[in-house]
Structure formats: structure tokens, C-alpha cells
């Protein structure tokens, strides 16, 4: 049974940091792009940030730029979020996702792409 268990969620004040972290099993996500979203309350689920296989090529929306890091350990099949200077506005459930794109160097920002996904760690920043 494939699953992608995210962890690292929780309640932080303005400025400050979190480490999500994505770990997969039942399978190998190695040649997988592997992707963060997140929804807000009322709000469509969008892109944050994506890594392709290598880890050689990573992209991250417009708001989240500078302040956080996607990264991943294909030994470990885990991926992480490293987020920053945290503002309100990230306030949402996080999930991650994983596309089958065997050693491909494009990262999909569009969710209705990825095949599997976890279940969701809330992130809640107060101002």
C-alpha cells in the first residue's frame, strides 16, 4: 500500500520556522517529481514547491520564494519543506505529492498531475 505521511505541522508566531517532512512507502519515489501544496480555508489547493528527481531542479510560487526550501533524500524516500520568515498568509493544510516522471526535469505545477498524495499537516501562523 503506497502512502505519503507528512509530519512537522503546528503552531508558530510570525517570523518563525518549520521543517515539514514527507516520508513514502510501499513503493520507490526516486525517479518521482515530488511536490508541496497547500489550502486555506474557502481557497482552491495551490502549488508551493516542487524538486525533481535529482533534486537539481526546484520550483517554488511567487510568495514563498526566499523564504522556503524543498529538498529530498531519495535514500530515506522522504521530502522536505524547510519554511522561513513564516507570515500569516501561510496559514493552510500542507500536503505533499508525488508524479511519475522517470528522470524528467520538469516539475508540474498543476495538482490534477501528481498520482499520490498525503494527507495533510496543518500549518497555522499567528500574527
Known amino acids: 500500500q503506497v502512502q505519503l505521511v507528512e509530519s512537522g505541522g503546528g503552531l508558530v508566531q510570525a517570523g518563525g520556522s518549520l521543517r515539514l517532512s514527507c516520508a513514502a512507502s510501499g513503493r520507490t519515489f526516486t525517479t518521482y517529481v515530488r511536490g508541496w501544496f497547500r489550502q486555506a480555508p474557502g481557497k482552491e489547493r495551490e502549488f508551493v514547491a516542487g524538486i525533481n528527481w535529482s533534486g537539481g531542479v526546484t520550483l517554488y510560487t511567487d510568495s514563498v520564494k526566499g523564504r522556503f526550501t524543498i529538498s529530498r533524500d531519495n535514500p530515506k524516500n522522504t521530502v522536505y519543506l524547510q519554511m522561513n520568515s513564516l507570515k500569516a498568509e501561510d496559514t493552510a493544510v500542507y500536503y505533499c505529492?508525488?508524479?511519475?516522471?522517470?528522470?524528467?526535469?520538469?516539475?508540474?505545477?498543476?495538482?490534477?498531475?501528481?498520482?499520490?498524495w498525503g494527507q495533510g499537516t496543518q500549518v497555522t501562523v499567528s500574527s
Open positions: 505529492a508525488a508524479l511519475s516522471s522517470p528522470y524528467g526535469s520538469r516539475v508540474a505545477t498543476n495538482p490534477v498531475e501528481y498520482d499520490y
